[in-house]
């Protein structure tokens, strides 16, 4: 099969190891100030109407960014019971 036939996978596919692990909704509010479902929506791709809506460059970019910051701010968590 060609490769542009191949369907490109979606951000909720790429996310499928964390996907029940974070609240997506917290994470929707403090880095986009935006509503959980329009995060399900856009992780979904669609725009809340049905139609097709992926995240554009500059949100997946901060959604990059945000899940860095995340992880940063778990891995300081776990280091700090210093056990």
Known sequence: MKASTLKQATVKQL????????????????????????????MDGTDGNGNKSDFTYTEKLQLKNALMDFSERIRHAAE???I
């Open 15 to 42: 996310l499928s190891d964390i996907l029940l692990d974070i609240s997506w909704a917290k994470l929707s509010q403090r880095y986009f100030g935006k509503s959980s479902s329009w995060m399900y929506h856009k």
């Open 80 to 82: 700090s019971l210093n």
